[in-house]
């Protein structure tokens, strides 16, 4: 009789055959169930129907980096004005992100009411409050963190913690793109550099490679474009063929490698925006009108750059790309130099922000409006968390506050001229309605056709959501 192998001598054991007979069907079902849950994930960026009838068929967020102070640009508190220069109260010795806290100090721009909703906006930003009747404010949002980096993780992913998809990549991932020719998600960095995260702003993470973000800028196109000096465009065409047809025969040996369907799909919309990307990156086809509009030629020139930026945004949108995120800040040039971390000396660089901010982005959403895009798309404009309503202790600045703070919402799907929810009359804490990053996630997700509770993707033994387990649609917002 030959010997029975290692492997095969627990099959002798009476106890462990009926252990095994009873959970192998079930772990058999079980790894049928799991394939199928893959082969149904979508990896492409073929257009794909939302859950239910969406109001807004794109989104614009507009993310300033730094924290901009809510109580000097969206947030009146007149109680703020009438208490300047005493201590907080009940909090005379407060301690926050860098130490301990001054006085109260008064919002550093007058605020004044603007348009028909007569909705106080400061004269920070005199552009932007011209089109406060298009905002709908929620002055109640809240953050995790007082750190910039895991709180721009949480406004742009859901979570504090690197490693979670974006909210633009789950986007891509639930409907695809309306255009093959383009990116479904692009990222517009500062002309001054990317935030503090870089990439986790707009990356895919768990979820496939091709649905991540797409960065570039105006004054910085995508790069690898252009076909070679000396290669024909009938050479080009026949040898993008015969490539496609190597990597669809290299990719039907590797079923399930979604990082080559990412690669090989990269490449594929590269070729494809050879013309396209070029196309809606050449803004001197803009009527000289609109250049003024945004200032795109401007003397300041972080300025003109952001300009041109907004004005690619515009173009994006009208092609049809469904998720565009823009930036105004960066963390290259330190603490509030290129961001709004106003904690030292917050007057004249916000001042300096302001200018680069104001003019371009108010002329973004005006544009929208007048070619009729903004009946369709929702605009979001967001920072991490907001700051104190004292200075710093020996500065003149304040200093981090995720404990209360302003967003709004313009376009599809919103309330126009409204504001939901409100802080203290101080402006520190949330104390109407207050609302979190995941009901405002919940509710893009909402006015673009998609309930947050079912946009799952299985990731080591859970059904990730970009609202984890939490949120719920703002619908205090809602049109």
Not at 173 to 187: K, T
Not at 222 to 246: Q, Y
Not at 271 to 288: F, H, N, T
Not at 399 to 404: A, E, F, I, L, R
Request: hydrophobic share 40%; net charge positive; with cysteine.
């Amino acid at each position: 009789m030959l010997p029975i192998s290692a492997c095969g001598q627990p099959l002798l054991n009476r106890r462990a055959f009926l252990r095994d007979a009873a959970t192998g069907p079930s772990a058999v079902a079980l790894a049928a169930l799991l394939a199928r849950a893959d082969e149904r994930a979508p990896a492409d960026l073929a257009p794909r129907k939302p859950h239910f009838e969406p109001k807004a068929k794109r989104v614009i967020t507009i993310f300033c980096s730094g924290a901009v102070s809510h109580l000097d640009t969206f947030d009146y508190k007149p109680e703020l004005v009438k208490r300047d220069g005493q201590p907080l109260p009940g909090n005379e010795k407060l301690i926050t992100f860098q130490g301990e806290n001054g006085n109260l100090v008064k919002p550093l721009w007058a605020f004044k009411p603007r348009g028909q909703s007569g909705k106080m906006v400061s004269d920070l930003l005199p552009n932007l409050a011209a089109l406060a009747d298009e905002m709908c404010f929620v002055h109640s949002m809240t953050a995790k963190s007082n750190t910039h980096g895991p709180a721009e993780n949480q406004m742009s992913t859901g979570f504090t913690l690197d490693g979670f998809p974006s909210a633009g990549a789950w986007v891509s991932y639930a409907l695809g793109s309306e255009n093959r020719d383009l990116p479904a998600f692009v990222a517009i960095p500062d002309p001054r550099g990317v935030p503090q995260v870089g990439p986790n702003n707009w990356g895919s993470a768990f979820l496939p490679a091709v649905f991540q973000g797409t960065p570039f800028t105006a004054d910085k196109p995508i790069p690898h474009l252009a076909r070679p000096a000396g290669v024909s465009a009938k050479e080009d065409a026949d040898t993008r063929d015969f490539l496609k047809l190597l990597n669809d025969e290299h990719a039907k040996a590797r079923p399930g490698d979604t990082q080559l369907a990412a690669r090989i799909a990269s490449y594929e919309m590269a070729a494809k925006m050879q013309l396209r990307a070029s196309e809606v990156g050449d803004l001197s086809k803009e009527p000289k009108r609109v250049h003024d509009e945004y200032g795109t030629s401007d003397a300041n020139k972080v300025k003109a750059g952001f300009a041109r930026n907004c004005l690619l945004a515009r173009r994006l949108l009208e092609r049809d790309v469904r998720f565009v995120q823009l930036f105004n800040g960066s963390y290259a040039m330190g603490e509030g130099v290129g961001n709004w971390d106003g904690h030292k000396t917050l007057k004249p660089q916000y001042e300096t922000h302001a200018a680069v901010l104001d003019q371009p982005c108010a002329a973004l959403l005006s544009d929208l409006k007048r070619t009729g895009l903004l009946k369709d798309t929702l605009v979001v404009w967001v920072t991490e968390f907001g700051r104190m309503p004292t200075f710093q202790k020996g500065a003149s600045g304040r200093d981090h506050n995720p404990k209360g703070f302003t967003v709004w919402f313009a376009g599809a799907g919103v309330k126009r001229g409204h504001s939901y929810g409100a802080t203290d009359d101080f402006g520190y804490t949330a104390a109407e309605k207050k609302a979190t990053i995941y009901d405002l996630h919940a509710t893009i997700l909402h006015l673009i056709g998609l309930d947050h509770e079912k946009l799952t993707f299985y990731h080591n033994g859970t059904a990730r959501r970009l609202t984890d387990v939490h949120g719920h649609v703002l619908d205090g917002v809602l049109a």
